[in-house]
């Protein structure tokens, strides 16, 4: 099964690249479900990774839902061009309709705008397809759009408690677009869905460090309200990862 790593700066994307992930998911503020990279970030990766792998930035302007303004569209629009211009292998869009389904004049505008910057810019759906009432027919409405792949749960809060759906996806889908399951994923999940057909897994891969305890400095235990606190890529579990994929 193919690996995917969400990445949040160059020690993430060395670190999936160097453990034999396939692709990275590339973004800032994971603590906010993830944002659109910086430039200088997309460009940090691509050193760090040094051509072992695919980057796929997340293009998501702001925190919070995925219903979108144009002026939001607009500003995602800038950024899929800048961040192909630089390089990046595809891009990571979503947008949804305040009744929860896909916004196909939204999307399709965001999808049109990669591949006019790159005609083989590969698109993935994110998770805003576990909003949707049915993930299994949204599949069809992304093989229509052109999409490369789809990121789900299954609808689910977590991907042990989705693979039924996620199969069903699979089915559906037909082999036109890969289903790539991420979200709560963890590794005993994994032959669970190669069972059921999936190809590709996504994964955060994250630990927590800090410098504050007490106001001492210290690399323990970091609390939930740590002001030093930040994310990085957990090594030990990518290389898991790489392991039970494999």
Known sequence: MKLEIVAVGAQGAAVAAEEGAERIELCSALELGGLTPSQGLMEAAQEAAAGRLEIHPLIRCRPGDFLYSGADLDTMGREIRFLLTQGAHGVVIGVLTAAGQIDIQGT???????????????????????????????????????????????????????????????????????????????????????????????LSAKKTVSTWINGASSVNAPGPHDPTAYMVTDRDLVRAARAATR
């Open 108 to 202: 399709r505008k965001l999808a049109d705008t990669a591949l006019e910057t790159n005609p083989n810019a590969q698109l993935t759906f994110h998770r805003a397809i576990d909003q949707t009432p049915d993930p299994t027919a949204a599949v069809g409405q992304l093989v229509e759009l052109g999409f490369t792949r789809v990121l789900s749960s299954g609808g689910a809060a977590a991907v042990s408690e989705g693979i039924a759906t996620l199969e069903r996806m699979v089915q559906r889908a037909a082999g036109r677009l890969e289903v790539m399951a991420g979200g709560g994923l963890a590794l005993d999940d994994i032959p669970a869905l190669h069972a059921a057909g999936l190809s590709a897994v996504h």
